[in-house]
């Protein structure tokens, strides 16, 4: 099983896409003839997850609902990053507790 900082570094990077789908769907939004994306996630063995980024048809999506994806992934990119502040609290309770 990976450790819970492997998982969440594998979270950060795909919060980083699903925020690159999301701005680059945001700013193609006026021209209406450019691809639309999307990440497309997938679970690991073992714990955390792995992401792409695919096409999908220029007919789905709307602003709102890029809207609503770019912070859904800010607030998955928070909580990613409290486990590394979590963890680190932790190994500094227990260099602490030692010395």
Known sequence: ??????????????????????AYNIANQ???????VQARLQQQTGGGVEAELV????GQGSLE???????AAHNATLANLAVF????????QLLDTTA
């Open 85 to 92: 502040k979590r963890g680190d609290d932790a190994l500094g």
């Open 65 to 71: 609902q890029d809207l609503v994806a770019l912070l």
């Open 55 to 58: 096409a999908r048809n220029s």
């Open 1 to 22: 099983m990976n450790s819970a900082t492997s998982i969440a570094a594998s979270g950060l990077k795909v919060s980083s896409l699903q925020l690159q789908a999301a």
């Open 30 to 36: 006026a021209s209406g003839s450019s691809q639309r």
